[in-house]
């Protein structure tokens, strides 16, 4: 394994996991608590949209999906809060509209692109240095807005009506959270592909949050967590060339399931 | 002259052409502790709503010292309806009462020290100072109230207004909340509703009934024909303490 790091493609690969952590910790932590998955999972889908344009107009599929998730994020935001449509119809509609619109473009596009399986599963043998120069800033943005907005953030995922009755910017505050999660899918999805994104923004959170009852440390533990589930699951992608998300996925859910056992037998302890 | 805290004139609200409060004309004082009682769907959190700006009438003037009401947030305290949170959300109750200062603090910046004596003062004056740290979710019901009616203390209102605080409550910390709540109408006018008559009227000093309209003659006595009128059935009443049956059993 040490001799693998030798390798570029290697190095890039740890890298990308780590910044994918960073991001999964962070905006990870609140999805989980305001309980947002399923409109994380509806953004993350809504990506494969930017990336088929990507593909169809030869630049960085990143680039793509960067532009089309911050717009569909945006999007399901202003619908659900402007009006009375269902909010699981709403994101159900901008998902499957995302992922049909990636798969044309990506049949669309003129010349050899990746296959659609290293987007929709992830493929950590793609990543450019471009790309991991992107992800980084895209993590700067994440952690600089939450730096920022960590007040409003937080009355947010707990007590929206208070939040308004004092003040503070709540529409506004859920529509920056969603273009951060927006934000993330894009760092996340050389990783973990559309389709699995969900786990590594959900999984390192919930293993974490059997440990701790402070929002800092959560995400520090959940960066922590993403950390070794994706170094792990990076080992199994070199050593029996699985791909990456799948892969991932394998050592979150076990590390998920013993947390989930430590706390309970840890609770009749104290019981 | 006492000071008015809050007047309301002719304020009616509709929601989707469904009229949901209707001429409501209240003045609330600032040595008043007002206990507004009415049936589920009356109107009684929107009445709250309304007054903290929340809600946009759409006829009547609200005014709250003088001003409309988004402009004297600051002057307000709000404890919204027990709302059912995770459990398990990461939070002590040191940081839920923290927010409550985010009127002064506002945007980007974040709390200071002086914010965080606030806090723990607000804290001591419900008594929950030693629960500080404590996740907020491993508390009783009534030990959360008394951290939300600190959130909303940690601001220095002139007004208090609360919304149900007893729903989550067994009977006995029911009694020490209300007294808390005595407590504090020395300071600032409070306003409650609730849709529990007998436990309101024991504390209170005055009482207004709200089913859409309000009817209110600034003190607690309500007339029986008023209250039939706002619940549309026979009620159960304890005025002044004494219990006494004022209108016919149910049948």
């Not at chain 1, 995400?219 to 799948?246: C, D, Q, R, V």
């Not at chain 1, 430590?262 to 019981?271: C, G, S, T």
Request: glycine share 10%; net charge neutral.
């Amino acid at each position: 394994m040490i001799e693998a790091l030798q390798y570029d493609f290697v190095r890039n690969a740890l890298l990308a996991g780590l910044l994918a952590s960073v991001a999964c910790g962070v905006i990870g932590t609140y999805v989980v608590v305001k309980k947002i998955v399923f409109m994380s999972g509806g953004i993350s889908h809504a990506s494969l949209g930017g990336i088929g344009i990507g593909q169809f107009l030869g630049i960085n599929p990143l680039l793509g999906a960067f532009f089309y998730t911050l717009a569909s994020a945006i999007g399901m935001g202003v619908v659900v809060r402007r009006t009375k449509l269902p909010e699981d119809v709403t994101i159900g509609a901008l998902w499957v509209l995302g992922m049909a619109l990636g798969v044309i473009f990506h049949d669309l596009a003129p010349g050899t692109v990746p296959g659609l399986p290293s987007y929709l599963f992830g493929d950590l043998s793609l990543t450019s240095s471009s790309d991991l120069i992107l992800m980084a800033a895209l993590d700067a943005v994440i952690i600089l807005t939450v730096s920022l907005l960590y007040k409003e953030f937080l009355i947010l995922s707990f007590d929206e009506e208070f939040g308004e009755s004092v003040g503070a910017p709540m529409e506004k505050s859920y529509l920056v959270l969603l273009c951060l999660i927006a934000l993330s899918v894009v760092v996340m999805v050389r990783v973990m592909g559309v389709i699995l994104v969900i786990a590594l923004l959900a999984l390192p959170v919930a293993t974490g949050w059997q440990f701790t009852h402070s929002l800092k440390k959560l995400m520090l533990f959940s960066i922590l967590l993403g950390l070794i589930s994706t170094t792990l699951g990076i080992g199994l992608w070199y050593e029996f060339n699985l791909a990456s998300g799948p892969a991932i996925v394998l050592v979150s859910i076990p590390l998920f399931a013993l947390s989930f056992l430590f706390a309970r037998l840890r609770r009749r302890r104290v019981e | 002259m006492l000071k008015e805290i809050v007047r309301l004139e002719d304020v009616s609200v509709r929601y989707d052409g469904i009229v949901v409060l209707e001429d409501i004309n209240l003045s609330v004082y600032e040595d008043d502790f007002l206990g507004i009682i009415g049936p589920n769907g009356g109107g009684k959190t929107t009445l709250l709503k309304t007054i903290l700006g929340l809600v946009k009438p759409s006829q009547g003037r609200v005014s709250v010292l003088g001003n409309p009401p988004n402009k004297a947030r600051r002057l307000m305290g709000y404890v919204p309806q027990y709302n059912l949170f995770d459990r398990d959300f990461p939070l002590s109750a040191l940081e839920v009462v923290l927010m409550g200062r985010y009127g002064q603090v506002g945007l980007f910046k974040r709390y200071s020290r002086e914010d965080k004596k606030l806090a723990l003062n607000a804290l001591a004056e419900v008594g929950m100072l030693e629960l500080k740290h404590r996740q907020i979710g491993s508390l009783s019901g009534g030990e959360q109230q008394r951290i939300f009616i600190a959130r909303a203390l940690v601001a220095h209102p002139q007004i208090l207004l609360l919304d149900e605080p007893t729903a989550s409550i067994d009977t006995p910390m029911q009694a020490g909340l209300y007294e808390l709540l005595s407590e504090l109408k020395r300071r600032m006018a409070i306003v409650l509703v609730s849709h529990d008559i007998s436990a309101v009227s024991i504390y209170v000093d005055k009482i207004a009934c709200l089913n859409r309209r309000l009817f209110y003659h600034g003190d607690k006595e309500l007339e029986a024909r008023e209250l039939e009128e706002a619940y549309q059935c026979p009620v159960d009443m304890i005025a002044h303490g004494v219990p006494h049956r004022v209108l016919r059993e149910h049948r």
